[in-house]
């Protein structure tokens, strides 16, 4: 017999084969069978040394078509499987469908919401200021004087350039009030940043919210009266506040104040460090210098500033002992907000 013959009868058997397929498993067979490495086909070139010299062209020729042809006829038959697979898979639907886990804000953005709402019955506007700032908002128009120790390195985040990632909301006070007029009377929240060690009540990046207000003959007894009633909407009438001196450049007098720790009913944890009281804010008089430096007459105009961190709040209202759960995005504990 030929090659030529063989060839023939290749393609022949091929075809009859072909004919009688009846599911894809049967066409991965008949490929192996022809095309695989160890095939009909690949027998057939395997014989070309053997062939005359003149032949050979020819021989190789053929061999090239009837593998082509092969191919072609086993990606048809393949496709016309498929398809009619495709075809019986029906959509059923009676199925119960799948359910999607609906996502939730996030107990921070909850609480913001929920303090600003409050803010906003005593009468506050919100406003907004940038988190990369320029040391003149974030120190110089606050009364810091050039070398105070939190310019240094180890409170502040620098950017590149002459950016400082702000390290409290309070730049929005100077900002607003370089653009408004007063009377003033708005809270500002927004991350601030500060290169301190992380710990169970201290985290690198948190969020506070400012508040400002600015008129004429404002008394430290609005201050004491505006921060009570926020206190008392926000964690319940049984909270106490405990005002202590304290001192910010902006401000004079100024005071932080802690609230009873109910986490631990007092008795003292870790995150009130054993004392029963936890700081969630500081404030005071807005200083003369500072009103300077938005060009507001201090003679005419006083008012009050606090600036309150978010998260010692909230963790203190929802039970929370550890800040930094907070910025884990750990679903199981997030699904309870
Ligand atoms: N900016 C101060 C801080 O971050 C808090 C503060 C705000 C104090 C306003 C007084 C007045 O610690």
Redesign the pocket.
């Known amino acids: 017999m030929s090659i030529f013959d063989e060839i023939g009868s290749v393609a022949e058997n091929f075809h009859n084969k072909l004919d009688k397929i009846i599911d894809q498993e049967q066409i991965v067979d008949l490929k192996n069978k022809y095309l695989g490495r160890k095939g009909i086909v690949s027998n057939l070139f395997s014989q070309i040394g053997k062939v005359a010299a003149e032949n050979r062209k020819k021989v190789g020729k053929s061999l090239n078509s009837l593998k082509n042809e092969l191919t072609k006829k086993i990606n048809e038959k393949d496709q016309q499987f498929s398809v009619s697979e495709e075809k019986s898979k029906k959509t059923d639907y009676s199925l119960p469908g799948y359910s999607f886990n609906k996502g939730s804000q996030h107990p921070i953005t909850q609480s913001i919401d929920e303090m600003l709402d409050i803010f906003n019955h005593l009468g506050f506007d919100i406003a907004y200021g940038p988190e990369v700032e320029t040391d003149w908002y974030n120190f110089g128009s606050?009364n810091f004087p050039k070398n105070h120790p939190a310019r240094d390195m180890q409170d502040t985040f620098y950017t590149e350039g002459s950016g400082i990632l702000r390290?409290?909301?309070?730049p929005v006070?100077t900002r607003f009030m370089t653009k408004n007029k007063p009377p003033v009377r708005i809270v500002a929240p927004g991350r601030?940043y500060r290169n301190e060690a992380i710990s169970p009540r201290s985290y690198c990046v948190f969020n506070?919210i400012?508040?400002?207000y600015v008129d004429k003959d404002v008394t430290f007894s609005d201050l004491r009266g505006t921060l009570d009633m926020f206190c008392k909407m926000y964690f319940g009438s049984d909270v106490k506040l405990k005002f202590r001196t304290?001192y910010?450049p902006?401000?004079e007098p100024?005071?932080?104040v802690d609230v009873s720790c109910f986490l631990c009913d007092g008795k003292g944890c870790r995150v009130c460090k054993n004392t029963g009281w936890l700081e969630i804010?500081?404030?005071?008089m807005?200083d003369p210098n500072v009103f300077k430096s938005v060009g507001y007459d201090p003679e005419k105009y006083n008012g009050?500033?606090?600036?309150?961190?978010v998260e010692r709040m909230a963790m203190l209202k929802l039970g929370i002992n550890d800040i930094r759960i907070l910025y884990e995005n750990d679903i199981e504990f997030l699904k309870q907000f």
Not at 167 to 170: A, D, G, L, P
């Open positions: 606050l390290t409290h909301t309070s006070q601030v506070q400012e508040g400002l304290s910010f902006f401000t100024s005071a932080e804010l500081g404030c005071g807005i009050f500033a606090f600036g309150l961190g």
